[in-house]
T-cell receptor
C-alpha cells in the first residue's frame, strides 16, 4: 500500500463545473498537507497547503482535510481549460518525511 | 516565486559519459531534494539532503550520486550515463513549514 494514494484519472470536467480530487494517506500522525499542480512538461507548483481539519479556501480552490478519516481533497470551482493538469497531493508524515501521491490528471472540456 | 535554478535544462549525451546536473537555491533552505520523473509518470525521490555534508538515498534506487558542500548547492552526478538514465530530473528545496519549491527541471537524453 502506498503512503499517499490518488486516483490517476483522467478526471474529465466540463468547463464551469466543480472538479473534486481526493487523496488518502496511511500515516495517521501526518500533520502537513499540500496540493501541487503540474502542467505537462513543467515542474510542480504549489497551489495551497492545509494543516488543520476543515476547509481552506483560496480563490477558486478549496482544500478540505479530515484527519480522522485520513483524507484530503481539493475542489476546483468554475473549472477552466487552463486548470487541465496533473494535481499532486503531498503529505509530511509523522517522521517529517514528505511523500507525493502519483497524481490525478484533470481534463477540463470546453 | 521560488529561487531555485537548474542547469542544463536540456542535455543529450552519449552512453558512458559523465555528467553533472547543477542545482542552486538562494533561499537558504536546509532541505534539498532530487526527483526523477518520466513523462506522464509519478515523481520518484532519488536523493535528499537535510543540510551541509548530509545526503541520503531516496525511495527509488539510482546510480547517481550527490554532494552538499554548500547550503545553496546540490549537484547530481552520473559517472557513466546509460540510455536507462533518460528522464527528467527535478531539484527542489523546502522551507521550515515543509512547502517544497521545484526548479524547472533538467531533461536528460542518453543516446
Amino acid at each position: 500500500q502506498k503512503e499517499v494514494e490518488q486516483n490517476s484519472g483522467p478526471l474529465s470536467v466540463p468547463e464551469g463545473a466543480i472538479a473534486s480530487l481526493n487523496c488518502t494517506y496511511s500515516d495517521r500522525g501526518s500533520q502537513s498537507f499540500f496540493w501541487y499542480r503540474q502542467y505537462s512538461g513543467k515542474s510542480p507548483e504549489l497551489i495551497m497547503f492545509i494543516y488543520s481539519n476543515g476547509d481552506k479556501e483560496d480563490g477558486r480552490f478549496t482544500a478540505q482535510l479530515n484527519k480522522a478519516s485520513q483524507y484530503v481533497s481539493l475542489l476546483i470551482r468554475d473549472s477552466q481549460p487552463s486548470d487541465s493538469a496533473t494535481y499532486l497531493c503531498a503529505v509530511i508524515g509523522s517522521w517529517g518525511k514528505l511523500q507525493f501521491g502519483a497524481g490525478t490528471q484533470v481534463v477540463v472540456t470546453p | 516565486e521560488a529561487d531555485i535554478y537548474q542547469t542544463p535544462r536540456y542535455l543529450v549525451i552519449g552512453t558512458g559519459k559523465k555528467i553533472t546536473l547543477e542545482c542552486s537555491q538562494t533561499m537558504g533552505h536546509d532541505k534539498m531534494y532530487w526527483y526523477q520523473q518520466d513523462p506522464g509518470m509519478e515523481l520518484h525521490l532519488i536523493h535528499y539532503s537535510y543540510g551541509v555534508n548530509s545526503t541520503e538515498k531516496g525511495d527509488l534506487s539510482s546510480e547517481s550520486t550527490v554532494s552538499r558542500i554548500r547550503t545553496e548547492h546540490f549537484p547530481l552526478t552520473l559517472e557513466s550515463a546509460r540510455p536507462s538514465h533518460t528522464s527528467q530530473y527535478l531539484c527542489a528545496s523546502s522551507d521550515g513549514g515543509g512547502t517544497i519549491y521545484f526548479g524547472e527541471g533538467s531533461w536528460l537524453t542518453v543516446v
